[in-house]
């Protein structure tokens, strides 16, 4: 419906979601959905969409995803950074996730059993995981070039 009521008014349904603003990329998500650091030199900040979210309360992450979905390079993956602990949203979403041993991924999160779960992007899952902190995604947007 968006998209019809923007082609009858001639407006671009991303320009909707802009901002202005940048908030923090926080690292690169690779192709196996892990977390890992910027490389040396790399842009520091994303643009910041309009996702419902104060842009003070969000960061993002580059994507790298592997050929299967290798349209997606290059987007940003949104996130509120402001959750203390679990985002009760989080369940069954598609989240950013930290784990007890400091590592960092996108899954999705399950809890079964008083167990906690994650299945990942090419349903496979780890079970029985020590988390320690969530988020679920807000959004994933290409790179500010193709808005």
Known sequence: M??????????????LMRSGNSVPLLGILDA???????????????????LGVDPEKLGALRWEPSARIK?????????R????????KAWGQRAIIRLKDDTQRMGWLKREGGQVHIDDVFGTSDFNVDLVWA????GI???????
């Open 2 to 15: 968006l998209e019809a009521v923007c082609r009858a008014i001639d407006v671009d349904p991303v320009a």
């Open 32 to 50: 196996d959905g892990f977390v890992k650091p910027l490389p040396p030199n790399s842009e520091v900040t994303a643009p910041a969409p309009y």
């Open 71 to 79: 349209l997606m390079n290059g987007h940003n993956v949104y996130f």
């Open 81 to 88: 950074r402001d959750v203390d602990g679990i985002d009760p």
């Open 135 to 138: 988020s679920k995604v807000l």
């Open 141 to 147: 947007l290409p790179p500010e070039e193709d808005w």
